[in-house]
T-cell receptor, first 115, second 113 residues
Framework: GENVEQHPSTLSVQEGDSAVIKCTYSDSASNYFPWYKQELGKGPQLIIDIRSNVGEKKDQRIAVTLNKTAKHFSLHITETQPEDSAVYFCAAGPILTGGGNKLTFGTGTQLKVEL | ETGVTQSPTHLIKTRGQQVTLRCSSQSGHNTVSWYQQALGQGPQFIFQYYREEENGRGNFPPRFSGLQFPNYSSELNVNALELDDSALYLC????????????FGPGTRLLVL
């Protein structure tokens, strides 16, 4: 089955700096790679996702890159703000038209943006 | 907010008991997945339901079972509770089984004593 590793487990940055979180996956059948933000007491919230036919995607201050050959993908947050502080999860999985879609999550990165 | 609701928000049970957790999908979504999230860990896939039938299962024993109703709301049932079942249980809905994007509810925090 799929195995997703995520680093670092904690990340502390100064407000305005950039933050980078990296993930690797093992199953070449995975073709969908979402990133979720989870605040305390809440469910994961999708912030950006990328499909295997795309190498990079950007949405305002957030970008994701994917290297299929190396089986790794990264989340980049620029101009960090205190409200970016949360736990971030990467995930990977196959998306099949017939369903049975199963996402495997990383272990999470606690991001702290300090003033 | 995602439009996915779960009940109850918190629950305390004792070992050996049974529990039922409920999820209401986002309007129009016919597919729901359930995840278990232990403290400090990422969510782990339990199973998915599409149009009232199980449509994929993770590495969880049969005492974890589910139901999906005609209105696409869903239940997760866990029998013979064990201490290790203490976790946040999340449901996520998607528009259709072949769609990538899924939206999570706030979860139910289960504590087994």
């Amino acid at each position: 089955g799929e195995n997703v590793e995520q680093h670092p487990s904690t990340l502390s940055v100064q407000e305005g700096d950039s933050a980078v979180i990296k993930c690797t996956y093992s199953d070449s059948a995975s073709n969908y790679f979402p990133w979720y933000k989870q605040e305390l007491g809440k469910g994961p919230q999708l912030i950006i996702d990328i499909r295997s036919n795309v190498g990079e995607k950007k949405d305002q201050r957030i970008a994701v890159t994917l290297n299929k050959t190396a089986k790794h993908f990264s989340l980049h947050i620029t101009e960090t703000q205190p409200e970016d502080s949360a736990v971030y999860f990467c995930a990977a999985g196959p998306i099949l038209t017939g369903g049975g879609n199963k996402l495997t999550f990383g272990t999470g990165t606690q991001l702290k943006v300090e003033l | 907010e995602t439009g996915v609701t779960q009940s109850p928000t918190h629950l305390i049970k004792t070992r050996g008991q049974q529990v039922t957790l409920r999820c209401s999908s986002q309007s129009g979504h016919n597919t729901v997945s359930w995840y278990q999230q232990a403290l400090g860990q990422g969510p782990q896939f339990i199973f998915q339901y599409y149009r009232e039938e199980e449509n994929g299962r993770g590495n969880f024993p049969p005492r974890f079972s589910g139901l999906q109703f005609p209105n696409y709301s869903s239940e997760l049932n866990v029998n013979a509770l064990e201490l290790d079942d203490s976790a946040l249980y999340l449901c996520a809905s998607r528009l259709d089984r072949g769609q990538e994007t899924q939206y999570f509810g706030p979860g139910t925090r289960l504590l087994v004593l």
